[in-house]
């Protein structure tokens, strides 16, 4: 592997290319019009127009980061996360062209993509799943029939979604005819499939994942777990490393049984297995994701490892090189995400970034994809930044993620920094008892 296209962009390129660099493996960018300006298409080594600004026209236009790719004599792709990196078509089309996907093989992909037959699979493999129905729900009144089976609260999902675009709770069947329509026409908007199911809907459940990593010789390790609770519209706006809530039985169950996830279908890669706990602890299979998460620098920070370092050496055909004993919680790890928004109504708040000044501490990491004078537009996710801190306890990360907040400025903008400055200080959160639910109970108050 000599060079690299990463199929991205902002933050996401710019951390591909850092561990690239330090591979001593070649980069290319892709940008689109909105996007020549940025810092991440400077680093890379060579930098490739693919577009207008409308991620159908440039960001997921195959054909377009296919011919870069060819033009720039690239051997490899990284997707990075979102866009392309879960289309099971755009793997294969890569490896066809004799390329190497840095990921899973697209048949996994297409398995983990479709959430029934995920389902389906773990139910197979003896992982726990939330009660559900295992085949489409067709009409409003099947999915009232199979709900009289598990009882409501339920979750209608659309099966090829992902995030909170394809989810609605319903309360009771009143709530569940109107809602699947309307779920219905989303799903075939958003994902171009609109098979819907339903789940029972856990209560305030907790949000918490695990990261594995797989090679082409069948080894399979978890590299621990993230707490990842605090969220806004099924959206993740916090994350750490390890988890407050769980005991270490808990832990140790569910990274196996995250583990045992990944083997029932041949995973190769890193890669993440999600689940929801509820109050007692009892954990359930929500969904695989095939690709790197946003929050892989909080499991790096925890243990030490460089996940796309991981990433590289899996695509070439390497093994592991750690086993499951070497992997250590060496420190507690927080991840706060800084959005372009404004921190009442979480809408985006597009505009040109005036001062620009992350705290620079010992204890930091910023992954970032701006600088100051560069134009967040309306035309991708408002991420602008994720400020990492670690800390020796989870007490030392706490206080120590409060100054990092209190020292990053942004002008120009509006951001979420004072929400999540908010949230550090909550009483909640400090004790480490907050679930799903953390921020919406705090906009009802």
């Not at 207008?52 to 490899?76: C, G, M, Q, R």
């Not at 990944?262 to 994701?289: Q, R, W």
Request: aromatic share 6%; with cysteine; hydrophobic share 40%.
């Amino acid at each position: 592997m000599r060079k690299v296209l990463i199929a991205n962009r902002g933050e996401i390129a710019r951390r591909i290319i850092r561990t690239c660099k330090l591979k001593g493996v070649a980069t290319v960018a892709v940008y689109s019009d909105a996007d020549k300006d940025l810092p991440y298409v400077r680093e890379a080594d060579e930098a490739v127009h693919i577009g207008p600004p409308p991620v159908p026209h440039s960001y997921l236009n195959v054909e377009a980061i296919i011919a870069a790719a060819k033009s720039t004599n690239a051997d490899a792709i990284h997707p990075g996360y979102g866009l392309l990196s879960e289309n099971e078509a755009f793997a294969q089309r890569v490896s066809d062209e004799g390329l190497v996907f840095i990921g899973p093989s697209p048949k996994v992909i297409g398995q983990m993509g479709d959430k029934l037959t995920a389902r389906q699979i773990m139910q197979e493999a003896g992982v726990p799943v939330v009660p559900g129905c295992e085949e489409p729900v067709n009409t409003p009144d099947e999915a009232v029939e199979i709900v009289a089976t598990i009882g409501y609260p339920i979750m209608l999902k659309a099966s090829a979604g992902g995030g909170g675009i394809g989810m609605q709770i319903c309360r009771d069947e009143q709530e569940l005819r109107q809602a699947y329509q309307s779920a219905k026409g989303r799903a075939k908007a958003y994902f171009g499939n609109d098979a819907m199911y339903v789940e029972k809907y856990v209560e305030r459940p907790h949000h918490i994942e695990v990261q594995i990593a797989g090679d082409e010789h069948g080894e399979v390790i978890h590299l621990l777990e993230r707490e990842c609770s605090i969220q806004r519209r099924h959206q993740k706006v916090l994350e750490e490393s390890p988890s407050p809530f769980l005991d270490q039985t808990t832990r140790e169950k569910l990274c196996q049984a995250a583990v045992q996830a990944a083997k029932a279908v041949g995973y190769t890669g890193v890669g993440t297995v999600e689940f929801i706990v509820d109050e007692d602890k009892n954990f359930y299979f929500l969904e695989m994701n095939t690709r790197l998460q946003v929050e892989h620098p909080v499991t790096e920070e925890m243990t030490g490892l460089d996940l796309v370092a991981m990433q590289l050496e899996i695509a070439k055909g390497n093994p592991l090189g750690i086993a499951q004993a070497d992997v250590k919680a060496l420190q507690h790890a927080i991840e706060l995400r800084v959005y372009a928004e404004d921190p009442v109504s979480f809408m985006p708040s597009p505009g040109t970034i005036g001062l620009y000044q992350p705290p620079v501490l010992d204890f930091v990491r910023i992954d970032d994809g701006v600088e100051a004078g560069t134009q967040v537009t309306p035309f991708y996710d408002p991420m602008i930044a994720k400020v990492i801190v670690s800390g020796a306890s989870r007490e030392e990360a706490v206080v120590r993620a409060k100054e990092a907040m209190e020292k990053f400025q942004i002008t120009g903008i509006k951001t979420n920094i004072p929400f999540l400055q908010e949230v550090l200080a909550d009483e909640r959160f400090t004790a480490g008892a907050y679930t799903t639910w953390f921020v919406q109970e705090r906009v009802s108050k």
